[in-house]
T-cell receptor, first 113, second 112 residues
Framework: ETGVTQSPTHLIKTRGQQVTLRCSSQ?????VSWYQQALGQGPQFIFQ???????GRGNFPPRFSGLQFPNYSSELNVNALELDDSALYLCASSSARSGNTIYFGEGSWLTVV | EDQVTQSPEALRLQEGESSSLNCSYT??????LFWYRQDPGKGPEFLFTLYSAGEEKEKERLKATLTKKESFLHITAPKPEDSATYLC?????????????FGTGTLLAVQP
């Protein structure tokens, strides 16, 4: 087990709604990132947070947004949900002290109907 | 454009039958190459990071190697519990420190 915990594990939302996913990073890890993994695909980088600021973003629209808190935990918010947003959302954390190894949580399964 | 291609897409082995998974990559500059194992419905589990050509790392029945264009994950005498999807990812230089670029994975099935 990596120590990266995510909630909720599963959820179902309706198209057009908003969702918030949560992540607690591994102890001492100050960099948190979020990925989207569609069925049968590799994870795709959404964005990264360091010291409570977004400092890297993938090819995702602005309706994907996030926060990082002083305790390094993080949230992913998705507005105006679309059917194609149905996926496994993964949180990952790392720190320079742990050799920058990137550890993943178990993910949150989002189904948009 | 940074890219990762994994082959084969799927591999079926008999228990004890050794084989290799391939990860080919193109990247402007390589900060590191990562291997993960992913079980169905779970998050990726970290296996190895390789940083430079010629580097090798081992863990139980798994051995990862790296050249300037590709990486191999060698599986020696696999067991049914090694069945999983194996993901390869590169971390390019100069970008966000957690911005991994993944391949689509190799689905390994080991039959008893």
């Amino acid at each position: 087990e990596t120590g990266v915990t995510q909630s909720p594990t599963h959820l179902i939302k309706t198209r057009g709604q908003q969702v918030t996913l949560r992540c607690s990073s591994q102890s001492g890890h100050n960099t948190v990132s979020w990925y989207q993994q569609a069925l049968g695909q590799g994870p795709q980088f959404i964005f990264q947070y360091y010291r409570e600021e977004e400092n890297g973003r993938g090819n995702f629209p602005p309706r994907f947004s996030g926060l990082q808190f002083p305790n390094y935990s993080s949230e992913l918010n998705v507005n105006a949900l679309e059917l194609d947003d149905s996926a496994l959302y993964l949180c990952a954390s790392s720190s320079a002290r742990s050799g920058n190894t990137i550890y993943f949580g178990e993910g949150s399964w989002l189904t948009v109907v | 454009e940074d890219q990762v291609t994994q082959s084969p897409e799927a591999l079926r082995l008999q228990e004890g039958e050794s084989s290799s998974l391939n990860c080919s990559y193109t990247v402007s500059g390589l900060r590191g190459l990562f291997w993960y194992r992913q079980d169905p419905g779970k998050g990726p589990e970290f296996l190895f990071t390789l940083y430079s050509a010629g580097e090798e790392k081992e863990k139980e029945r798994l051995k990862a190697t790296l050249t300037k264009k590709e990486s191999f994950l060698h599986i020696t005498a696999p067991k049914p519990e090694d069945s999983a999807t194996y993901l390869c990812a590169v971390l390019p230089r100069g970008g966000a420190t957690n911005k991994l670029i993944f391949g689509t994975g190799t689905l390994l099935a080991v039959q008893p």
